[in-house]
């Protein structure tokens, strides 16, 4: 039963471009939403995060949207990078469930220059 | 200033060994984790704990042990090591276990043959 669902394998995106990536979740418990980013070999790197009571949260280049009718959340990074490039994993938790992370199986990211 | 270190890194071993990995944080958090990502790459959580006290134990099986000898360690010690143990093993802390942001170390890889 997967909770949190990344249903992009990956995504390829020019450097400079928007990159949106997408994430579902199907537990209405959850109210913290996280996303990581992962390089190969190296543990997961923590990029931004969002309460349920927001829609938005935006930290540089980096933003998060929150649409819970939906059960949907996307980071949208603009613009794109080809230090970007890396693996990212949404993730979602419930204060009601001792704050434990589940994770989505991740997208792998390419920024192309 | 490596914020959640793990040892070894990289770690080949036969089957029915015992082995463990050690894990410290320097963020003064109170509550440290084991995650595993498997070989679908799901990263999934297997125990925390919070000031030494377990509070999550994800139905792992008992050949997995871990110990907190103060809240700024958490070492897993696993015992008759098989085939399917193989796996990335992340240690992570959190300022707490409700609601707040996990942090990652780099990373375990453990490889029995």
């Known amino acids: 039963d997967q909770q949190v669902k990344q249903n992009s394998p990956s995504l390829s995106v020019q450097e400079g471009r928007i990159s949106i990536l997408n994430c579902d979740y199907t537990n209405s418990m959850f109210d913290y939403f996280l996303w990581y980013k992962k390089y190969p070999a190296e543990g997961p790197t923590f990029l931004i995060s969002i309460s349920s009571i927001k829609d938005k949260n935006e930290d540089g280049r980096f933003t998060v949207f929150l649409n819970k009718s939906a059960k949907h959340l996307s980071l949208h990074i603009v613009p794109s990078q080809p230090g970007d490039s890396a693996v990212y994993f949404c993730a979602a938790s419930a204060k009601s469930n001792t704050g434990k992370l589940i994770f989505g199986q991740g997208t792998t990211l390419q920024v192309k220059p | 200033d490596t914020a959640v270190s793990q040892t070894p890194k990289y770690l080949v071993t036969q089957m029915g060994n015992d082995k463990s990995i050690k894990c410290e944080q320097n963020?003064?958090?109170?509550?440290m984790y084991w995650y595993k990502q498997d070989s679908k790459k799901f990263l999934k959580i297997m125990f925390s704990y919070n000031n030494k006290e377990l509070i999550i134990n994800e139905t792992v099986p008992n050949r997995f042990s871990p110990k907190s000898p103060d809240k700024a360690h958490l070492n897993l010690h696993i015992n008759s090591l098989e085939l399917g143990d193989s796996a990335v093993y992340f240690c992570?802390?959190?300022?707490?276990?409700?609601?707040?942001?996990?942090?990652f170390g780099e990373g375990s890889w453990l490889t029995v043959v």
């Open positions: 992570a802390s959190s300022q707490s276990y409700s609601g707040n942001t996990i942090y």
């Open positions: 963020l003064g958090h109170d509550t």
